[in-house]
């Protein structure tokens, strides 16, 4: 019988993937998956490109995923270039291939995070709509959405952010995954404002492991997650040592983890960028451990493969 969580470890964890381009990508995300799946995470989900561009990889990834592994899947679903019947279609062959989890997004515009987003003239305005819609297709589909513990790069203000949030709760969503974070009391303030605006879902942390620190701190630019100072001088100088950086980012995501356990919080969703090896450790620090099915769930994986 596989078991859906560690006898020794209390926490709870998912993990995000994202449909790979090529043959060699899909196979390192497999050997992932496999290294992973007998950690036995929540779930584990899978992102969909800008505007839908990755729409039948993601669909695949996560049919893969279902049909292969005892892994529950959530697929990522975002309202960009498409009408309401188009997103709904989607979701309705996702429910046919027996996908019970979605996150539903918003999704950006041409110009990426921050730019100026213009909703299909047919199409669901944002994430509030989109967790609608979905629930209207099945009531009974679970949606876990985003949440901005630094507030979204368009929004005037945290008030707005959380009043987003709220109307997302409101229309069905039953967790939320905050972008990536770096300062942990930045996040325990963002949850203290959610419950004083009576929102009482799981707000799980989204945590990076930072693989390369220069394309983190691009991409926090653009995402308005900020790099502190003590983070930047962690990594400086490493940028032609991949072996310390490595070594420094698993020390740097175990802190913040611990830091968090400290806190209270027990559930985690990991960015996993495809990679398994710095997650793996910090899922093994936090107490995670194989499974007693993990045997025959690595075995069922690996002939599938
Ligand atoms: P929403 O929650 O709908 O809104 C975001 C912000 O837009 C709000 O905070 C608010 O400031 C503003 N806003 C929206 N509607 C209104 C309104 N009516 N009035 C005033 N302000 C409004 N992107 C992808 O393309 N694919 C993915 O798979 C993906 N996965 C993600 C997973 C997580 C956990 C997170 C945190 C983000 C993910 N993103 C993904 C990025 C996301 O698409 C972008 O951050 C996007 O800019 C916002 O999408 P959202 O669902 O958060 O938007």
């Not at 529950?72 to 309705?92: M, N």
């Not at 990426?112 to 009531?139: C, M, S």
């Not at 003590?230 to 995501?253: I, K, M, Y």
Request: glycine share 8%; charged share 25%; net charge negative.
């Amino acid at each position: 019988m596989i078991q859906r969580r560690s006898q020794r470890s209390p926490f709870r964890v998912s993990f995000e993937f994202f449909p790979p381009k090529t043959p060699k990508m899909e196979e390192g995300l497999w050997d992932s998956i496999q290294r992973l799946a007998p950690l036995s995470p929540d779930f584990v989900s899978v992102t969909y490109g800008a505007g839908g561009s990755t729409r039948e990889r993601t669909h695949h990834t996560v049919k893969r995923i279902l049909s292969e592994t005892p892994l529950k899947p959530a697929a990522h679903l975002t309202c960009v270039d498409a009408s309401r019947d188009e997103v709904d279609a989607v979701v309705r062959q996702y429910r046919e291939t027996g996908v019970r989890h979605f996150v539903a997004l918003r999704g950006d515009g041409q110009a990426g995070a921050g730019g100026a987003y213009e909703a299909h003239p047919n199409g669901y305005r944002n994430a509030v709509d989109l967790t609608a819609g979905i629930k209207a297709i099945d009531p009974e589909i679970e949606i876990s959405v985003s949440a901005y513990p630094e507030k979204h790069p368009e929004s005037p203000d945290f008030a707005t952010d959380i009043d987003l949030l709220k109307r997302k709760v409101d229309n069905g969503a039953t967790r939320a995954i905050t972008q990536f974070f770096f300062d942990n009391d930045v996040f325990e303030r963002y949850v203290e404002r959610v419950r004083r605006a009576g929102i009482y879902v799981p707000i799980v942390p989204g945590i990076v492991p930072i693989h390369d620190f220069t394309k983190i701190s691009r991409f926090s630019a653009a995402t308005g997650a900020s790099i502190p100072l003590w983070l930047a001088e962690r990594f400086e100088g490493l940028e032609n040592d991949p072996q310390t950086h490595s070594h420094v980012a698993a020390a740097v995501c175990a802190e913040q983890v611990l830091d968090l356990v400290e806190r209270g919080i027990g559930d985690f969703h990991f960015y996993t960028m495809n990679r398994a090896d710095l997650v793996y450790s910090i899922c093994h620090i936090l107490g995670l451990r194989p499974s007693a099915g993990g045997d025959d769930r690595t075995d069922r994986i690996e002939q599938a493969a």
